[in-house]
């Protein structure tokens, strides 16, 4: 094994390991980024609460319950 050998052989590790990061680290966010939504009991009881509050109508409230 000659000198160049080496040489090849680290350039090949080290696009290895460059590409390997990108795919791990694309491979994390999507991860990431897929939660999942809140529970429909969760979500019914903050409509109440901002019905009770007045930030919506109760034509919103209907609307907002309905689509869940």
Do not use: C, H
Request: proline share 4%; no cysteine; aromatic share 10%.
């Amino acid at each position: 094994m000659n000198s160049s050998d080496f040489g090849l052989w680290a350039m090949l590790a080290f696009w290895a390991s460059a590409i390997g990061g990108i795919y791990l680290a694309v491979q994390w966010a999507n991860k990431k980024g897929k939660k999942s939504p809140a529970p429909r009991d969760v979500m019914i009881k903050s409509l109440d609460k901002r019905l009770a509050e007045g930030e919506i109508t109760p034509e919103e409230y209907q609307r907002r319950l309905k689509d869940l």
